[in-house]
């Protein structure tokens, strides 16, 4: 296009095809997709080992519960509540705390203090009990299949189970999930601080509990995208 041409141009055309209202277009869109559709989140713990381990890069699909809710089996990335007594980050400098807010920002940083992921084995309504004779997970009276679980409690049916003293701690009692809220545990099942965490003994306290709230769900984790070795679609 000819000098002339350009400066005949309307204004607002001029303004919009310029370099830096195209960059500033292009992290708009990127801002949007991150915050409603998917972001990348850096897994921040060994607790889903072996099915994601500690800094892969994963990515969270925030639109799979519009319209649908969490079931059993599915991996979640949630904010957590203060009963979950994440611990808080010391205090950093500020250039430091910029690099921090745009790595969560992007998902390619480290993911917010309080951000988990877990996967869901009890939805609102349902009872969830640990163990049946086998050693499985009930989940309204039925056991469900998790060839998942990695590093599980020790257990062995007459010997060290749900009946024995002392019992297993795999074991945990009886409960409901309350209305709005999911139970969740890690794969990594004897190396995971999860909703059960405090519930796995015989004296355990029937406000042992700690859930995953419906509202504090960010998504559905869907891929792993880094490192490279690992990257996976998840079912």
């Given at each position: 296009?000819?000098?002339?041409?350009?400066?005949h141009?309307?204004?607002?055309?001029?303004?919009v095809?310029?370099?830096w209202?195209?960059?500033?277009?292009?992290?708009?869109v990127?801002?949007?997709?991150?915050?409603f559709?998917?972001?990348?989140?850096?897994v921040?713990?060994?607790?889903?080992?072996?099915t994601?381990?500690?800094?892969?890069?994963?990515?969270?699909?925030r639109?799979a519960?519009?319209?649908?809710e969490?079931t059993?089996?599915?991996?979640?990335?949630?904010?957590?509540?203060?009963?979950?007594?994440?611990p808080?980050r010391?205090?950093?400098?500020?250039?430091?705390?910029?690099?921090?807010?745009?790595?969560?920002?992007?998902?390619?940083?480290p993911?917010?203090?309080?951000?988990?992921?877990?996967?869901?084995?009890?939805?609102?309504?349902?009872?969830?009990?640990?163990?049946?004779q086998?050693?499985a997970?009930l989940?309204?009276?039925?056991?469900?299949d998790?060839?998942?679980?990695?590093n599980?409690?020790?257990?062995?049916?007459g010997?060290?189970d749900?009946?024995?003293?002392?019992?297993?701690?795999r074991?945990?009692?009886?409960?409901?999930?309350?209305?709005?809220?999911?139970?969740?545990?890690?794969?990594?099942?004897a190396?995971s601080?999860?909703?059960?965490?405090?519930?796995?003994?015989?004296?355990?306290?029937?406000?042992?509990?700690?859930?995953?709230?419906r509202?504090?769900i960010?998504?559905?984790?869907?891929?792993?995208?880094?490192?490279?070795?690992?990257s996976?679609?998840?079912g």
């Open positions: 296009m000819t000098t002339d041409a350009y400066l141009r309307p204004r607002w055309r001029r303004v095809g310029g370099f209202a195209q960059l500033l277009l292009a992290f708009i990127v801002g949007l997709v991150l915050t559709v998917a972001k990348p989140y850096v921040p713990s060994g607790s889903m080992t072996q994601l381990e500690p800094d892969d890069r994963i990515l969270v699909n639109l519960y519009m319209g649908s969490p059993t089996g599915d991996i979640v990335v949630f904010d957590a509540d203060d009963a979950w007594e994440v808080s010391a205090p950093v400098d500020p250039i430091r705390a910029a690099l921090r807010w745009v790595g969560e920002a992007t998902g390619f940083g993911s917010g203090p309080h951000t988990l992921v877990k996967r869901v084995i009890g939805s609102p309504g349902q009872t969830v009990a640990c163990c049946n086998s050693g997970v989940v309204d009276g039925q056991p469900i998790e060839p998942y679980v990695y599980d409690f020790p257990f062995e049916a010997t060290l749900c009946r024995t003293t002392p019992r297993s701690s074991c945990f009692d009886e409960v409901t999930v309350p209305d709005r809220s999911y139970l969740v545990l890690g794969d990594n099942r190396g601080r999860d909703s059960a965490v405090s519930c796995r003994s015989a004296e355990a306290r029937e406000d042992c509990w700690r859930w995953a709230s509202a504090a960010v998504g559905k984790v869907v891929a792993i995208l880094w490192p490279i070795p690992r996976a679609v998840l």
